[in-house]
């Protein structure tokens, strides 16, 4: 074969060659760049995850609303839950570790257990099924309902009252009754907690209507 045939074939060879290898190596490099860019992506999207995780809204000022309510015959539960319709507040019910029956509750008798409490104030250190409400602290306004006992609220939500730490929020008091007045429940609560701007309360009856609801809902919103 010609010399000069095989000096150029083997020029083509060595071509060939260098291309394949300068093809593999920018195919290579374009394929760690786009890992770079895919880890600098996923840092980047990683960093504002992290920032959405651990940037604490709680106590913030979310305007949350939160209606805690203790309702021995239902009519405060009643009240509570339309409240809470209104007002897109969620709601946590009082609930006594040993809850009152109707014989409890007859305040006719001396010897039922409202009147032995009446009576003997030490026995109003009622335990509560539960006082820790989820995201408490996210919650700016808590409205606490209740019945009226003599005229003062249901001694279970003292204890619930006693349990919780009110710093930062608006607490308004409203109460069930058909006909005593809120009284100095408002009042007494207060020093009991302690902690919170504690604002006048509301008195309802035992079966509002729905302008009731609706007047008190736009005066405190």
């Known amino acids: 074969m010609n010399r000069n045939v095989i000096i150029g074939v083997v020029l083509v060879l060595i071509i060939a060659v260098v291309a394949v290898l300068g093809y593999s190596f920018l195919s290579n490099d374009s394929d760690d760049n786009n890992v770079n860019n895919n880890t600098n992506n996923n840092s980047n999207n990683n960093s504002t995850t992290d920032e959405n995780i651990t940037d604490d809204n709680i106590g913030s000022g979310t305007g949350k609303t939160l209606i805690v309510y203790y309702s021995a015959t239902g009519n405060t539960e009643g009240v509570a839950e339309r409240l809470a319709e209104s007002l897109n507040a969620d709601t946590f019910e009082i609930v006594p570790s040993n809850p009152y029956t109707d014989e409890d509750l007859d305040w006719t ?98 079966n509002p209507s729905d302008d009731d609801i609706t007047d008190f809902v736009d005066s405190i919103s």
Do not use: M
């Open 109 to 206: 008798d001396d010897n039922s257990r409202v009147s032995r409490e009446y009576n003997d104030e030490s026995l109003r250190d009622v335990e509560l099924e539960n006082t820790t409400v989820p995201l408490w602290d996210t919650y700016d306004t808590v409205l606490i309902g209740y019945p009226i006992w003599w005229g003062i609220a249901a001694w279970p939500v003292n204890s619930f009252v006693e349990a919780n730490d009110f710093t930062g929020k608006t607490v308004i008091p409203f109460c069930t009754s058909s006909s005593s007045g809120l009284g100095q429940s408002g009042d007494l609560l207060e020093d009991i907690a302690g902690t919170g701007t504690w604002q006048e309360g509301h008195r309802f009856s035992s």
